[in-house]
């Protein structure tokens, strides 16, 4: 959990369809298996679940959400809230993502240090999607601090903790008192919530446990993928000072900065199927029933698909990559993500071009979302700070 990578590399090499009995699942490594099972979705089916605890440990499946739905269903489920993540309407998001980057960067750019992460990446993914969800900033910081806390893991943990349980219970309580109140009392307003609150993709209103699903769902996705891979990001670039000077002379490269971070180091780390049918992959027999892990993380450090994988090359312009996955559960929000992931690292770079790591430099700990999650930087106030 705290370095992956030399593992991945072996499993790459030696067992690249790899089955672990104490969870009667496999592991998916290399970047071609991973790409081609994206595709099988009668085959590689989300209707149990997905995360590492339901594919693994077999725990109860969510409520059906258009993140672990199967064709046909899935298409209308998704459609309810897909418009919103556009390549058009995000791009109109952007003033409002500069102006919130901004804001917590007069905050705490003026003393001359801050946590990229904690301080300014993570606070503005939270606040740009409570906006789309429909959830003020108290609600999505408090709901936020639960998930953090749900997906936590100390080393020998398995599972979620007494801690995590309790976390997730406070989250689903608030959220299902928040769909209650939109239910008491219907809205105009365009937003995922009352868009949910009022829909019946399938002829039947959703539930209250299904919507409660979806933004438990889209929490996830839309807060804490963008602000890993930002510090993960900085942390590259202050590896590799020639690749940063590049970039402030050129901000116009940031953007592939970005991209090239999420494919180096990616946040989500490993997602899961269960296998409607047998099928066979790498000469191996992989049957009904038993869970497969897809290994994101690996599969975009794969040597076949990427030459000089196990380096952050800003040029790379890879043609396909895993970054947002792959198939009909490619993430909905790429677009969102590319847009907040270049401007925060414009706007950090801008104010502190030079900047030194500070004390306290983390990495997340856990079986499903990895990355830097701590990233204290020092630099001399400048610019619009000053």
């Known amino acids: 959990m705290r370095d992956p990578w030399p593992a991945y590399a072996r499993l790459r090499a030696e067992s690249p369809v790899h089955y672990v009995e104490r969870y009667d699942s496999w592991f998916l490594s290399r970047f071609e298996d991973v790409y081609a099972a994206c595709t099988r979705s009668d085959v590689f089916s989300a209707e149990t679940g997905v995360s590492p605890g339901q594919i693994l440990l077999r725990e109860p499946p969510p409520p059906p959400t258009f993140l672990t739905m199967d064709l046909p269903r899935q298409r209308a489920h998704r459609g309810l809230v897909s418009a919103s993540y556009g390549a058009r309407a995000i791009a109109a998001l952007e003033p409002s993502i500069r102006t919130r980057v901004r804001d917590r960067l007069a905050v705490s750019g003026k003393?001359?240090?801050?946590?990229?992460?904690?301080?300014?990446?993570?606070?503005?993914?939270?606040?740009?999607?409570?906006?789309?969800?429909?959830?003020?900033?108290?609600?999505?910081?408090?709901?936020?601090?639960?998930?953090?806390?749900?997906?936590?893991?100390?080393?020998?943990?398995?599972?979620?903790?007494?801690?995590?349980?309790?976390?997730?219970?406070?989250f689903m309580e608030r959220a299902h008192q928040l769909v209650a109140e939109i239910r008491d009392a219907p809205t105009d307003r365009?937003?995922?919530?009352?868009?949910?609150?009022?829909?019946?993709?399938?002829?039947?209103?959703?539930?209250?446990?299904?919507?409660?699903?979806?933004?438990?769902?889209?929490?996830?996705?839309?807060?804490?993928?963008?602000?890993?891979?930002?510090?993960?990001?900085?942390?590259?670039?202050?590896?590799?000072?020639?690749?940063?000077?590049?970039?402030?002379?050129?901000?116009?490269?940031?953007?592939?900065?970005?991209?090239?971070?999420?494919?180096?180091?990616?946040?989500?780390?490993?997602?899961?199927?269960?296998?409607?049918?047998?099928?066979?992959?790498?000469?191996?027999?992989?049957c009904e029933g038993q869970g497969v892990m897809f290994l994101w993380a690996s599969a975009n450090r794969d040597e076949r698909e990427f030459e000089r994988a196990d380096r952050f090359e800003i040029d790379r312009r890879a043609k396909r990559t895993l970054?947002?996955?792959?198939?009909?559960?490619?993430?909905?929000?790429?677009?969102?993500?590319?847009?907040?992931?270049?401007?925060?690292?414009?706007?950090?770079?801008a104010v502190a071009p030079e900047f030194t790591l500070g004390a306290g430099v983390t990495r997340a700990y856990g079986e499903f979302l990895h990355g830097t999650d701590h990233l204290p930087i020092e630099f001399e106030s400048r610019g619009r700070l000053e």
Request: charged share 20%; glycine share 12%; hydrophobic share 40%.
């Open 190 to 286: 365009e937003d995922h919530l009352s868009a949910w609150c009022s829909a019946a993709p399938e002829g039947t209103p959703l539930t209250n446990d299904e919507i409660v699903g979806n933004l438990f769902g889209l929490l996830v996705t839309g807060v804490e993928v963008v602000p890993l891979a930002v510090g993960n990001a900085l942390h590259a670039l202050h590896e590799n000072p020639d690749t940063r000077r590049d970039i402030v002379r050129e901000p116009g490269l940031i953007g592939a900065a970005f991209a090239e971070a999420l494919r180096y180091d990616q946040p989500t780390n490993l997602l899961g199927r269960r296998l409607t049918s047998d099928t066979e992959i790498g000469g191996k027999r992989l």
């Open 323 to 349: 970054s947002y996955g792959h198939g009909i559960h490619k993430c909905l929000g790429e677009h969102l993500g590319n847009l907040e992931g270049r401007v925060l690292l414009e706007e950090i770079l």
């Open 111 to 170: 003393r001359g240090a801050f946590d990229a992460v904690a301080d300014v990446a993570g606070p503005v993914a939270t606040e740009t999607i409570a906006d789309l969800i429909g959830l003020d900033s108290d609600d999505a910081h408090f709901l936020r601090a639960r998930v953090a806390q749900f997906f936590a893991r100390d080393p020998g943990q398995v599972g979620t903790s007494n801690i995590g349980a309790i976390a997730i219970g406070e």
